[in-house]
């Protein structure tokens, strides 16, 4: 049976180490931006929309191969199959999976295999996108344990989306989360439900 372990690389450095991607890149290491009449974040904040209407206050689980993550539950979780059992332990047989809301305005994602390895194709940069931003904190080469992150942001260029990831990068192991957004209302709307759902990944080993 698969048993939990704490997942040292990237979990524990979630706090500190979130990048909002509607602010500039000195935010990438947790900084507070400072306080002004007209930032990006105050102006974009949705005045009409109310969070808890779209966002499920409840939680599903999905349990992959290796992991476990909570989403909300109105969200359209996928793949859901082919489902395994492994003793009392049911999962989908994959390392990589996407959150949908009801209103297909946002798109969580998540890659979290048992070790190293890479998505499918979601570090790719797409036809129809452009980078807007593409940012690297290196870890310590001599420490196995230390995370290198990479955080790159992709528009469409029509502007009917962006796309956000954050790659977690150790020695052996590799973890990336993704969101997806058509305006950044929306992004706001959804925003503590997808720090949430990075925050729950749990890593299973042997």
Partial sequence: ?????????????????????TVKSEDQLNIEPKKTENTEVEQSKPESIEPEVIVSKQMKNFQGNWFKVTYPANFKASP??????????SFVRTDEATFVS??????????????????????????????TSDKTQKGDSDDPFSIAHRWVTFEDVDGKYV?????????????VFGVKYTNIKMYEVYKAAYLAFKKSLEQYAD
């Fill in 1 to 21: 049976m698969k048993t939990l372990f704490l997942l040292l690389i990237g979990i524990s450095l979630i706090a500190c180490t979130e990048q909002d991607p």
């Fill in 80 to 89: 859901n199959s082919p489902v395994e059992k492994m003793e009392d332990y």
């Fill in 102 to 131: 009801q209103d297909g305005s946002v798109e969580f994602f998540v890659y979290s295999p048992q070790w190293a390895g890479d998505p499918i194709e979601y570090l790719k940069k797409r036809s129809n996108e452009k980078i």
């Fill in 163 to 175: 796309r956000c990831y954050h790659s977690q990068r150790a020695e052996s192991t590799h973890h």
